[in-house]
C-alpha cells in the first residue's frame, strides 16, 4: 500500500508524448471546429462540393446534418446498446409529420392544414412522444432479441407510416393528407432566406445531438450500454438493469429520428409517406455501418459519405443503390470497423509497421 | 444469549444469523431434479462448494443470484428471503458472483469494465452526466480510484488502461473477480475462479482473496475442481453430488469421507494442509 502511495496509478490513461497526448481532445475540438465553420459554407457560397449544378448544394448539405442526427441516436441503439430495433424510418416520419402538421396553419388547405401551433413548440413536443414512443415499444421489445427484435420493431416503423396515410375520412383529425403527401410550413429564422433557415436548423440539431452524444458516451452510459451489448445476461450480477438501459436506448434513438425527420422536412418542405418506407432504413443502415458501427465518428462520417455519394448520383437513380449495395459489401469485408476505423488499421497494418521499422533502424545508423 | 447451547462446532455458531443459508432448495428443470432439497449455511470466510460435473454446484450460485427460479426452498441473506427481489436489488442487498466463462467488455479497458462493478454505487444520475456536474465527475474520479486499488491488488494496475480483449484468459478472470468486489458485497460467489488460471495467477488470485476477505470480513463461496486450492482455503467444505449434499465439515473430514471418495475423489488424495499451492 505504502508503494502504491509513493507512486499512484493513473486513473484515466496515460498520456502518450508528443501531438498524440491531446488526440482524443484533437479529434473532438476538430469536429466542433469544423461543424462551427460549416454556417459559413452557404453564406460564403461555397456549396459546389455538395451540387450536382442546380444549386442544391445547401440543402444537401442540411440533409447530412438530418441523416446524421438520426445516424448518431441509432449509433447509440444498435452500435451501443447492441439492441437491433429497425423502427427509426417511422420515428423519422412521425417527426417530420409531427412537426409538419402541428405547425401548419388551421385555416390553410388541405395540403396544409394544420393546428397552428409555433414551431419552436410543436418540435420539442414531437421529440418528447416520439422519446415516449419509443420507450413504450421497447418494453415488449426489450425481451426479444436479434431478428424477432428487427421483424417486431421494423412492423412499429410501418405502423407508424401506416397511420400517416389514413384519409381523411378515416380519421380527420390526422390531417396529414393520406398517400398524396404533406406540404411542409417552413419555420424562418428572422434575417435569412428558406434554405438557409432550415441549414441552420439542421446544423443546430445536429450540434446538440452530437455534445450529448459525446458526453454521455464518454462516460457511464457509454460502458453501461455497451455492457448491455456485450455481456447482456451476466449484467444481473453487476446490478445493470439491461432491460432499463434498452428503454434508454430506445429512447434517445426515438428523439434524435424524430428530431431529424423535423429537420429533414423543413430542408424538403414536402413530406409523402412512401419516403419512410423500408428505403430510409436501408439509408440509415449504410450511413451507420459504412460509417463504423458503434465508433463515436461513425454516424457523421457515414452520413458525409452517403448524401456525398447521393448526389453524385443523382442523375442515375439506378446506380445509387448498386454502388450503394457495393459500397457496404466492401465496408463489412474490407472495413468491418467501417471508415472510423480506417486510421486506426492503418496505423495497425503489416505495411505501416514495416515502414516504421525500417525508419527506426534508417535512424539508428545515422550518425 | 445462545452459551448454554452452544453447538459443538465451534466458533462459526457464534454468528446467530449465517450470512447467506439456503434451506430446502429444490430446482427441477422438467423432469430432471437437478437440486433435491438443498440446506446450506455459510458463514463469513472462505467456503468451498466442490462435486463432480452436473452435481448442481452452479445451479445453486444461479437460484442465488436470481437466474434461476427455485420450486421449493429459501434463500436468506443475513436472515432476509431474498428470492422475490430481482438480481439487481441482490446486488444491492450485497450479493456479488462471477461467471465460469469471463464475461467482459472486451473492446473496453480493463478499467471500464471493472468501473461496472461501481454502476450501482453512483448516487448522480444520467442526466448529471449530461450537464457535466463537477459532483458527478468526482464521483467518478471517486470510483476509478477504488477501482484502481481492487486492480491492484490482483496485479492488473499495469493493465488498466488496455483493452480487456487484449488480456489473456487468466487475466480476464481476475479483472472479473475485481469487477465483483469493488461492488462492496457482503457475499460473494466465485464460479471456478481457478480455473484456466496459470500459477501466478493462482496465488495472485489467492493473495488478493484473503486481503480482502480479512479486511472486510467477507463471506466468500468457492466453486472449484482444484482441491490442492480448495482444502488450503475453505475451513469448510461442503460436497453436492445428484442434487444432495453428500458431506460437509473441515476439508479433513471431508477428503476422508468414504461417501464423497466413492462419489467425487477417487482414492489417493490428501489433504496437503501445510502448504499452499503455488
Not at chain 1, 497526448?21 to 459559413?40: C, D, H, I, K, N
Not at chain 1, 424538403?268 to 409517406?273: D, L, M
Not at chain 1, 443503390?321 to 474490407?334: C, D, Q, R, S, Y
Amino acid at each position: 500500500m505504502t508503494a502504491a502511495a509513493a507512486s499512484p496509478r493513473p486513473l484515466y490513461p496515460p498520456k502518450p508524448p508528443g501531438v498524440r497526448r491531446y488526440r482524443e481532445q484533437l479529434t473532438t475540438l476538430g469536429v466542433f471546429v469544423f461543424l462551427a465553420f460549416l454556417p459559413w459554407i452557404p453564406i460564403l457560397g461555397w456549396t459546389d462540393i455538395f451540387d450536382s449544378g442546380n444549386n442544391f448544394g445547401r440543402g444537401n448539405l442540411a440533409f447530412v446534418f438530418a441523416y446524421g442526427a438520426a445516424a448518431v441516436g441509432f449509433n447509440l441503439l444498435v452500435g451501443y446498446s447492441g439492441t437491433l430495433g429497425l423502427a427509426v424510418a417511422g420515428l423519422f416520419a412521425l417527426g417530420a409529420y409531427g412537426t409538419a402538421v402541428l405547425s401548419a396553419p388551421s385555416d390553410a388547405r388541405e395540403a396544409l392544414a394544420g393546428y397552428d401551433w409555433p414551431f419552436l413548440l410543436a418540435l420539442p413536443v414531437v421529440c418528447i412522444a416520439a422519446a415516449i414512443i419509443g420507450v413504450l415499444v421497447g418494453f415488449p421489445a426489450a425481451r426479444l432479441k436479434g431478428f424477432f427484435l428487427a421483424i417486431a420493431t421494423l412492423a412499429l416503423g410501418e405502423l407508424i407510416v401506416t397511420i400517416i396515410r389514413l384519409d381523411d375520412d378515416v380519421w380527420s383529425g390526422l390531417k396529414t393528407n393520406g398517400g398524396t403527401g404533406k406540404q411542409v410550413p417552413q419555420f424562418l429564422i428572422p434575417g435569412l432566406d428558406r434554405i438557409l433557415s432550415a441549414y441552420m436548423l439542421s446544423l443546430g440539431a445536429l450540434v446538440l445531438m452530437m455534445l450529448a452524444y459525446i458526453v454521455l458516451t464518454n462516460r457511464r452510459l457509454g460502458r453501461t450500454l455497451k455492457a448491455v451489448r456485450d455481456i447482456d445476461i451476466a449484467t444481473g450480477p453487476l446490478g445493470i438493469s439491461s432491460t432499463y438501459y434498452k428503454l434508454v436506448a430506445f429512447g434517445l434513438s426515438a428523439f434524435a429520428a424524430a428530431l431529424a425527420g423535423a429537420m429533414w422536412a423543413q430542408n424538403s418542405s414536402f413530406a409523402n409517406p412512401s419516403t419512410f418506407r423500408t428505403r430510409l432504413l436501408v439509408f440509415l443502415l449504410v450511413v451507420l455501418i459504412v460509417g463504423g458501427l458503434g465508433r463515436k465518428w461513425g454516424p457523421l462520417i457515414g452520413a458525409v459519405f452517403f448524401v456525398f455519394l447521393r448526389q453524385k448520383l443523382q442523375d442515375t437513380q439506378k446506380l445509387l443503390f448498386l454502388i450503394l449495395g457495393i459500397a457496404l459489401i466492401l465496408a463489412v469485408l474490407v472495413l468491418p470497423n467501417g471508415i472510423a476505423m480506417l486510421p486506426k488499421q492503418v496505423r495497425d497494418s503489416r505495411w505501416v509497421k514495416d515502414l516504421q521499422r525500417r525508419l527506426e533502424s534508417l535512424s539508428d545508423f545515422s550518425p | 444469549m445462545s452459551a448454554v447451547e452452544a453447538s459443538p462446532s465451534g466458533a462459526n455458531s457464534a454468528d446467530a444469523v449465517a450470512s447467506l443459508a439456503v434451506d430446502g432448495l429444490q430446482v427441477a428443470f422438467g423432469g430432471n431434479h437437478v437440486l433435491r432439497g438443498v440446506d446450506l449455511q455459510f458463514t463469513p470466510g472462505f467456503n468451498g462448494l466442490i462435486g463432480p460435473n452436473g452435481a448442481g454446484k452452479t445451479t445453486v450460485f444461479n437460484v442465488v443470484s436470481g437466474y434461476v427460479r427455485a420450486s421449493e426452498g429459501a434463500v436468506r441473506l443475513h436472515g432476509e428471503d431474498v428470492l422475490k427481489l430481482s438480481r439487481t436489488r441482490r446486488v444491492r442487498a450485497g450479493i456479488g458472483r462471477t461467471f465460469q466463462a469471463p464475461r467482459l467488455i472486451l473492446d473496453a479497458t480493463v478499467m471500464e469494465n471493472t468501473l461496472l462493478g461501481r454502476h450501482n454505487l453512483f448516487r448522480w444520475g444520467h442526466f448529471a452526466e449530461l450537464l457535466l456536474l463537477p459532483q458527478q465527475r468526482r464521483e467518478e474520479t471517486e470510483a476509478r480510484q477504488i477501482c484502481m486499488d481492487m486492480l491492484e491488488r490482483f496485479g492488473l494496475a499495469e493493465a488498466a488502461h488496455e483493452e480487456a480483449g487484449a488480456l489473456s484468459l487468466g487475466s480476464q478472470k481476475l479483472v472479473e473477480v475485481a469487477r465483483a468486489l469493488v461492488a462492496s458485497p457482503t457475499v460473494v460467489l466465485l464460479d471456478e475462479p481457478a480455473a484456466g488460471l496459470g500459477a501466478g495467477d493462482v496465488t495472485v488470485l489467492l493473495r488478493g482473496l484473503r486481503q480482502i476477505q480479512a479486511e472486510r470480513d467477507l463471506c466468500v463461496i468457492i466453486i472449484e475442481h482444484d482441491l490442492q486450492l480448495v482444502t488450503s482455503l475453505c475451513p469448510k467444505i461442503s460436497v453436492l453430488h445428484f442434487g444432495e449434499i453428500i458431506s460437509e465439515g473441515s476439508p479433513e473430514h471431508v477428503t476422508s469421507d468414504p461417501v464423497v471418495i466413492g462419489a467425487y475423489l477417487g482414492h489417493g488424495f490428501e489433504v496437503d494442509s501445510g502448504e499452499e499451492p503455488s
